[in-house]
C-alpha cells in the first residue's frame, strides 16, 4: 500500500467507493480518487474510451478536476455482491442511464475499482 492509500479513509463497504469518490473529487484530490482502484484497473472515460491503470486515471483526474467541478452524492442501487467481488451502481441525478463499477475486496478488507462504467453512451450506428 502506498503512503497515499495510507492517509486516506478506506473503502470497507463497496458502497463507500462512490461517496469516498465525490468527496475527494470535490476536493481536487486526484490521487485519493486514483486509490480508489485498483493498480490494473480500467475506467471508461472519456465517453467512449478506455483509461487503464491506476497512474493514469490519476493523470486523467488532475486534468479533469483542474476546471474545480462540483460532484453531487447519488443514492446507490442495492450491491451486488459475490464473495470478494460486488458491482455497484447509481441512477445519475439527471436521469441519464446509470453509472455501474465492479469492485473487490482488498487482502486488508478495504475495496477498490476494478472496473467503472461512469456514464453509459449509446453505441453509434
Known sequence: MSDQDRNHEKAMRPEDI??????RSNAGDAAGVAALYEEDAVLAYPPGS????????????????????HFEQETPLPTLV??????TSTPPKDGSGARAQVVRRQPDGRWLRVLDQPEFVPPTS
Open 50 to 69: 478506455r483509461t487503464v491503470g491506476r497512474e493514469a486515471i490519476r493523470e486523467l483526474w488532475e486534468g479533469v478536476l483542474a476546471h474545480r467541478p
Open 18 to 23: 462512490t461517496r469516498l469518490f465525490v468527496e
Open 82 to 87: 459475490s464473495g470478494d467481488i460486488a458491482l
